[in-house]
Structure formats: structure tokens, C-alpha cells
């Protein structure tokens, strides 16, 4: 976000000059199309433009701050926040339903499918024998282009005979899964937690490896 010509606020307009500052920068936000880290002009730039003084900018930011929008860094200025979506988890969760509900397009990566030998932790919430083959399906979801899931799924290969081969050539789990007359299914288990990721985890989500992601460990089951 770059700084603009001078444009001084309404007063007296019965809407606070800290709150017309606000609304201004989130319309320039909105309408540039920044990523993520883009670093907004200074107080004194934005002081200047609006015409007022630096601490009705400074709680213009605050607000901002607040809603997510933008992060404040102590000595380095002010950023624009990473996108924040809202992500209910409900007994059918809904990747697709819950962007398309927020008017953002959702769309998902597949980035490896194989068929592999379920280990302890996947066998038994699949309940099958460790060793089972099982196939595995790891993607990336995307929100407006921008990374914002990195998943992996596992599926009991015996159930879903051809299954790789049928997600290798889908966008969607739950449309393969129609395939199967499988038509619908729901949450039976849901655990989240928060940790550091992992090193493919951080460059699928095109973040430093430093910075901790929520983890959602979920178990879905037939919704007969």
C-alpha cells in the first residue's frame, strides 16, 4: 500500500475521523490486492494525508489491528495481515461451503496420493489391523489463491478399490467419494491443536517455520 495524495476526512459528519480513517485504509486494502506482509506508509504518511495528527492515525490502526486485519511491529511499522477466514467446525464441515459462504473461492491442490501401510495412529481410528493398506491423500486448500490448509487424509483401501488413481484426477475428496456411492458423511471426532509445522507443511503454506499453525485431527464416519 503506498501513500496518496492528500485526502482529509469529513467533519462533523456524525462518524468519528479516527473510524473514516480506518474505513479508508481497509477500502485500500481491499481494492489493491496486497498479499500478505505488504507494509502500510508510516503514521506521519498517513497523518499527512488524512490531515489530522498522529494519535487519531495511531487508533485508526488499533482498530484495524483488532478486527485482523493488519499487525503492528514495534520498530518495524505496520503490515497487512495475513488473509484471516473464518472456519467453523461443524458435524458436516465443509471446506468449499464454509469460503464460498464468506465470498471467497475456494479451490484445493492435490499434491501426492499413494498407497501406504497404516501405521498405529492410522489404523485405529480407521479400525483396521497396523499394517493395512490404506491410501493417502496429502493437499493443499486454498482461500482466493491463497494457501490456508495443508491436509492429509487416510482411507481404508480395501473399502475404495482405485481410489489413488481417482484422487490423482480430482480437486475434491468429497466428490471422489460420490464415486463410491458415498454420497454423505459427518464429524464423529474433532481435536485441534496449535504447534510449530513441519518443514513441507510450512512451504505448502508459504509461511516461515517458526510461525505455529492450528491443527485439526478429525475422524469422519458414514453419515448413515
Do not use: C, K
Amino acid at each position: 500500500m503506498t501513500a496518496r495524495a492528500s485526502s482529509p476526512v469529513e467533519r462533523g459528519a456524525g462518524v468519528a475521523v479516527w473510524r473514516q480513517i480506518a474505513q479508508r485504509i481497509e477500502h485500500d486494502l481491499r481494492a489493491g490486492g496486497q498479499g500478505g506482509g505488504a507494509r502500510l506508509p508510516t503514521e506521519a504518511e498517513l497523518a499527512s494525508r488524512f490531515a489530522v495528527n498522529r494519535h487519531t492515525v495511531r487508533r485508526a490502526i488499533a482498530d484495524l489491528a483488532a478486527r485482523g486485519l493488519v499487525r503492528v511491529e514495534q520498530g518495524r511499522g505496520t503490515f497487512l495481515q495475513d488473509l484471516v477466514v473464518d472456519y467453523p467446525l461443524r458435524r458436516r464441515t465443509s471446506f468449499s461451503a464454509n469460503l464460498l459462504a464468506q465470498g471467497r473461492e475456494p479451490t484445493h491442490q492435490i499434491l501426492e496420493v499413494a498407497e501406504v501401510a497404516a501405521d498405529a495412529i492410522v489404523a485405529g481410528p480407521l479400525a483396521v489391523r497396523q499394517g493395512t493398506r490404506v491410501v493417502q491423500s496429502t493437499s493443499i486448500g486454498l482461500a482466493d489463491g491463497i494457501p490456508i490448509s495443508y491436509g492429509r487424509s487416510w482411507f481404508p483401501a480395501a473399502r475404495f478399490p482405485g481410489l489413488a488413481d481417482r484422487l490423482r484426477g480430482y480437486t475434491s475428496i468429497s466428490a471422489t467419494l460420490a464415486d463410491y456411492d458415498l454420497a454423505d458423511y459427518r464429524r464423529e471426532t474433532t481435536r485441534v491443536l496449535a504447534r510449530l509445522p513441519s518443514a513441507d507443511e510450512a512451504a505448502g503454506l508459504r509461511q516461515p517455520v517458526t510461525e505455529p499453525v492450528l491443527v485439526t485431527e478429525a475422524l469422519d464416519v458414514d453419515a448413515g
